[in-house]
């Protein structure tokens, strides 16, 4: 019976699933493992690869095919896969990122073992650019060595752990029905981990995270009123988790959201539409006067009005 499950979720990334499977390969660990690559039904030669290395290590590598495209971002693939995971721990990478510390596992895994309050553990990671932008580390030295809910609830987006730095306790049977809606895998399943127990980090840097046209990070759009009202609706769905202890934060954090939905390219010739909008982010927000007045300015004022108010104050200098 393996001791950790690693789960590689990917979809059409060809160019680099070798990497990350290999290097799930190369871990050197006391305990068995076993190594679930979920392919969301790629249509570039990422399934023949996998298939490729499972005949080359039977029972080791098992690919997780699915016969069509599950959706929601990856999200699906996760869970689809994680039910086929028998380890007591479970460490995940995106298809097109990877380890880079044998002992990435082993360290990760006594890490649960000795903190058996805590639910997870992550790792500082590197991030690369496939536009060749310099390459930095995720996190700076001197954050935390432990975290809660405390911690991942702001008015912003909180980020700090990469898919491919952490490790799990397998110990959600099943995840809500909310869980499964969201187009964001990583926040939601951190929350509901960090319900559980405490967060624990490792400074060192051990994996990769590739930012690629293919990655799952290229396809937030935040001009798009789909993914923004899906944003909306996880932080809703989050809100209701949490027993409402953080409303007014995460209240906030949804207003945000709002207040991008107005420049979304669905809502470019609908003046009616995007000042409903605009109104209910300023009820949701209560922002400071410069930013009620940039939005009465530039989303609630028809646009005839701001023009004639312009041209006015502009006769005194023609």
Known sequence: MPKVSVLIITYNQHKFIRKA???????????????????????????EIIQEYERHHPGLVIGVLHPRNMGKNGGINFLETLKLAKGEYYALMDGDDYWTNPDKLQMQADFL???????????????TYEDGAPSHVLN???IKESYTVDDLIGEN??????????MYRNNIKEYPTWFRESSSGDIPRLILKAKLGKIGYIPEVMSVYRKNRAGASYHDNERDEVFLRNRIQMYSDINRELDFKYNRTLRRN???YYRM???AKQYEKSYFRRAR????????AQPGWDKTKDVVWFYLLPKPLTRLYSTIRLLPHR
């Open 140 to 142: 700076e030295p001197g």
């Open 21 to 47: 499977i290999d290097s799930a390969l190369a871990q050197r660990t006391t305990f068995p493992i076993e190594i679930l690559v979920g392919d969301d039904f790629s249509s570039d030669g990422t399934r």
């Open 261 to 263: 939905m107005l420049d």
């Open 277 to 284: 909008l605009a109104l209910k982010y300023l009820y949701m």
């Open 157 to 166: 987006e909180i980020w700090f752990m990469a898919t491919s730095s952490t």
């Open 113 to 127: 073992d000795a903190h058996p309050d805590y639910s997870t553990v992550f790792h500082n990671a590197l991030i």
């Open 254 to 256: 949804m207003a945000r």
